[in-house]
């Protein structure tokens, strides 16, 4: 249940990070609404994995997939450079985050 909620944990932070750029561009409540929204239930999602994972590796991978998430949701919804170097990076914090799953 934990690793359950520490993906979602990620999923979320991912949507904070994408609605801070959506409120830079838009400058409305909703953006502002979502940009919280995202935060607070990753936060708390978080807490919760830690009661259960290592606090390294619950942390590690929780910026592994908002930082992997942010870069592809820029990619996707902000016309963000998909130059194949920076995908093989992206490739590279999700598999070290993988792998800190298969040690844990």
Known sequence: MAWISLIF?????????TMINKLHKDRNWQSLVLLIT???ISFVLLAFAMKTLP??????IWTGIGT??????GM??????KDW???VFIAMVLGA???????S
């Open 85 to 87: 170097r920076r995908i």
């Open 97 to 103: 985050a993988l792998g800190l799953k298969l040690i």
């Open 55 to 60: 606090m390294g590796t619950a942390y590690a």
């Open 68 to 73: 992997a998430g942010g870069a592809i949701s």
């Open 38 to 40: 995202g935060f607070g």
């Open 9 to 17: 944990a990620g999923v979320f932070e991912m949507l904070g990070v």
């Open 76 to 81: 996707l919804l902000y016309g963000e450079s």
